[in-house]
């Protein structure tokens, strides 16, 4: 151990590997020269990088944005390409043979690979059966999918057809499900009978049924058989997809894309009403996940990469699919959990696959961590080169045991700070170019141009903390949101006028690292799923005993932040232990398991303003049970609301 190393982990740093450094794709002198050039001539730059990718008809404009007023965000837009030709055919001229997939099942004895090849016809067949049912160029499809190599079949094969996904999150309820169904306008649907986790069913196909009362504009429903499990038929509108596969070609001709034609929608969650359908486009965000994935993870031909993140997430979009395939690499898909069948087993799928390279969250680790260092040493993770980490800020703690247990002490940890919203890494380290300090997210990627500004907007030079915002586009930013442009400048650009507004508060400190804070909006964090605290709020009073909630994230060990309800009841109810459950349970249903609250705290009333603004700053530190701090309480409409919250903090 060198000195720096006894020292408090903010404090440390640790030099790039002397290997790295030498056979890095970027090195620290190749990364200030990019970087440089990547902002002071994007025209020319991302001319060049553009490259990277197959174009049917070139591109003549590279950039054509404008942050101001209507907000217009273009990249390579005379070009035109087809995202699934970039991640299957071009590679089948020298890859047909390499594996393109592994899927490793939720029970470990099943696992197979996937070719180039075989992802070719599979991707074919399922892109003819898409058109069979009348799926056309520019339709919506939802899909509600397991982590099963039948979502990437049928996410590539939208791709192919000009089809846009929204991929929904198998443990989002019937009824998230059925709002997203709606706000896109989707007419087909695409699920499976039932997922697996940790060896319990999943009723994803029944989740789906339900869903589809509530969604009048849905025509058709393709259902991949997975685990055999009974579902309920309806006529007319459900097709199995092994009985519409029998009889269509393997063969299916990408159809021509624009580079600004839509590649899919998410819906990601912001501070006010419901969740946002984030729209990303073909050429720029198909040009972002690639390079990103090559240069932060110096993914070099041949190695096993493994993101343990959901297709129903951002990461698993770029980082499991887009990125990885349009690189021609080997990508692993894996069902289950951390968990499952034991503790250890992560490192067990390592071992197995040899993988490479690893990208996880830090909620993740921080369960694993709590299990000690004997699972992890069960196994030999010698394969290991480069170690990942996305969602949430990582904790100190956490990144020198990843990087001290699982990378033993060889392999560079990439903090990759990135939303939905920017379609792939903005903020992180490149193994080969930057030395690292737990916590921090280290230096933009190429083309980033972050900055910081305080509250009241003024830019904040060199050392200091503020909230981060991004001065001009990049390739992989989305677009819009779907059917409401203006919820897209509302949201992103008018807080600042001319910048994007992450949502995030970070620091910079003297060397220029950035470290982010975490949301300074009413966004929060849990498990690295990112939810809207207005979200669970409505959801809550949806409840027909419930006249009032409050919610706010709180610090919580393993999950990086809980979340705490503060509910009134109607007048004449009282609380019980069983409405408390009651009302768990209810969330559960309305969003999904990953909502599920973590404390009720039942209140005769909410502090407000004279105006009737819920004060959520006293409520947040009364669920940090920092009760010393609160600030300044005179402009309630009632103080007393404090003392009878503060006594109330015994919670259910
Ligand atoms: C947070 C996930 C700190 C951040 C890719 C951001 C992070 C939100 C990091 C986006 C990181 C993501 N360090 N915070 N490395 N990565 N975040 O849209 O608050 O699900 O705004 O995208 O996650 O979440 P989203």
Redesign the pocket.
């Known amino acids: 151990m060198n000195d720096q190393q006894q020292a408090a982990p903010e404090q440390m740093v640790f030099p790039v590997p002397e290997d790295f450094a030498k056979a890095a794709k970027c090195d620290k002198a190749r990364y200030e020269e990019m970087y440089r050039r990547s902002v002071s001539d994007p025209d020319g730059f991302w001319g060049e990088h553009g490259k990277r990718l197959d174009w049917f008809s070139p591109y003549k404009t590279v950039k054509n944005t404008s942050f101001e007023n209507d907000v217009s965000i273009k990249w390579f837009e005379d070009g035109t390409l087809n995202a699934s030709y970039n991640c299957i055919d071009r590679h089948l001229p020298e890859k047909a043979n390499d594996v393109a997939l592994i899927w490793e099942g939720d029970n470990p004895a099943y696992h197979y690979s996937i070719t180039y090849q075989q992802l070719y016809i599979h991707v074919c067949r399922f892109a003819n059966v898409l058109k069979k049912m009348g799926v056309k160029k520019g339709d919506r499809v939802t899909l509600y999918m397991p982590m099963i190599v039948e979502t990437a079949y049928a996410m590539l094969a939208c791709a192919r057809i000009g089809a846009v996904h929204s991929i929904v999150f198998g443990g989002f309820s019937a009824e998230a499900l059925a709002g997203r169904i709606n706000d896109c306008k989707s007419e087909w649907a695409i699920t499976c009978d039932e997922g697996v986790r940790a060896g319990k069913s999943v009723p994803l196909k029944a989740n789906l049924d339900k869903a589809a009362e509530h969604c009048p504009g849905l025509k058709g429903v393709l259902v991949v058989r997975h685990t055999g499990g009974a579902v309920d038929w309806v006529e007319g509108r459900d097709i199995w997809y092994h009985d519409a596969a029998l009889d269509v070609s393997s063969a299916c001709e990408p159809e021509v894309m624009n580079a600004e034609d839509p590649l899919f929608i998410l819906y990601?969650s912001g501070s006010t009403g419901q969740p946002k359908g984030v729209l990303h486009t073909t050429g720029g965000y198909l040009v972002w996940a690639s390079m990103t994935h090559e240069y932060v993870f110096d993914y070099r031909p041949g190695e096993v990469y493994w993101c343990a993140a959901d297709v129903g997430?951002?990461?698993g979009h770029s980082y499991i699919i887009y990125g990885p395939l349009a690189n021609g690499a080997t990508s692993l898909m894996f069902e289950g959990v951390p968990t499952y069948p034991d503790v250890d087993r992560f490192w067990r799928v390592i071992a197995k696959h040899k993988v490479n390279i690893f990208y996880t969250a830090p909620t993740a680790l921080r369960a694993l961590m709590r299990e000690g260092d004997e699972p992890v040493e069960r196994h030999d993770l010698s394969s290991l080169r480069i170690l990942g980490?996305?969602?949430?800020?990582?904790n100190p703690e956490a990144w020198l045991w990843y990087h001290r247990v699982v990378g033993k002490e060889r392999c560079p940890i990439v903090?990759?700070?990135?939303?939905?919203?920017t379609g792939g890494m903005m903020i992180t380290p490149l193994p080969g170019a930057m030395d690292l300090k737990p916590g921090s997210?280290t230096k933009p990627f190429f083309g980033v141009q972050t900055a910081l500004v305080s509250s009241e907007g003024d830019l904040i030079e060199g050392a200091g903390e503020g909230n981060l915002v991004i001065t001009d586009s990049w390739p992989g930013q989305a677009r819009t949101v779907y059917g409401d442009h203006d919820r897209f400048i509302q949201t992103y650009f008018s807080t600042y006028k001319g910048l994007y507004f992450?949502?995030?508060g970070c620091r910079r400190d003297e060397d220029g690292y950035y470290w982010?804070t975490?949301?300074v909006d009413d966004v929060i964090?849990v498990s690295g799923h990112?939810m809207g605290t207005a979200e669970v709020e409505s959801a809550l009073v949806a409840h027909q005993l419930v006249a009032e909630a409050a919610v706010v994230g709180f610090p919580h060990d393993v999950k990086g932040q809980g979340i705490y309800c503060y509910v009134t009841l109607n007048a004449g109810l009282e609380p019980t232990d069983n409405l408390a459950k009651e009302l768990r349970q209810w969330v559960r249903t309305e969003i999904g398991p990953i909502a599920t609250p973590d404390h009720i705290h039942f209140t005769p009333a909410l502090p407000k303003t004279r105006s009737g603004k819920i004060m959520r700053r006293i409520l947040r530190k009364i669920a940090e049970n920092e009760f010393g701090n609160l600030g300044d309480t005179s402009t309630l409409a009632d103080p007393s609301v404090v003392d009878s919250l503060i006594e109330g903090r015994k919670v259910r």
């Open positions: 990601t997430w951002v990461t980490s996305v969602g949430e800020p990582i903090d990759t700070w990135w939303q939905t919203e997210a992450t949502g995030d982010i975490g949301r964090n990112r």
